[in-house]
């Protein structure tokens, strides 16, 4: 059973950076193939999709988050990062980790292809 758990939320002033950790067990990323994302849920908005990463290494992107923010991975850590930089009033939201056993693919900011989620981690950007 994969448990995810992240970490590193906070408030925030518009422009700074924020990096969200997410601890991961049951599964090691050198060992399985695993698509690994971040989603957002701000109050009356859909849960999207934010950035994913393939085992091999290859990163997928909103377009709001292209520019912005980067999701990386620690092999030895087993741990998946989000880092988020000039950030908005508009990123305020909570920020989810999400894992499959399979590729991310062109669908990956789908909920539904999903089967892991951590509890959630609050960012909150203030102007």
């Known amino acids: 059973q994969v448990h995810l758990v992240e970490f590193g939320g906070d408030s925030v002033q518009g422009g700074g950076s924020l990096r969200l950790s997410c601890a991961v067990s049951?599964?090691?990323?050198?060992?399985?193939?695993?698509?690994m994302a971040w989603f957002r849920h701000a109050p009356g908005k859909e849960r999207e999709g934010v950035a994913a990463?393939?085992?091999?290494?290859?990163?997928r992107y909103a377009d709001f988050a292209k520019v912005r923010f980067t999701i990386s991975k620690d092999f030895a850590q087993n741990t998946l990062f989000l880092l988020m930089n000039s950030l908005e009033t508009e990123d305020t939201a909570m920020y989810y980790c999400?894992?499959?056993?399979?590729?991310?693919?062109?669908?990956?900011?789908?909920?539904?292809?999903?089967?892991?989620w951590g509890q959630g981690t609050q960012v909150a950007v203030s102007s």
């Open positions: 049951g599964v090691t990323f050198k060992d399985t193939s695993y698509c």
């Open positions: 999400a894992a499959v056993h399979r590729w991310c693919g062109i669908v990956w900011g789908s909920t539904e292809l999903f089967n892991f």
């Open positions: 990463i393939e085992n091999q290494g290859t990163s």
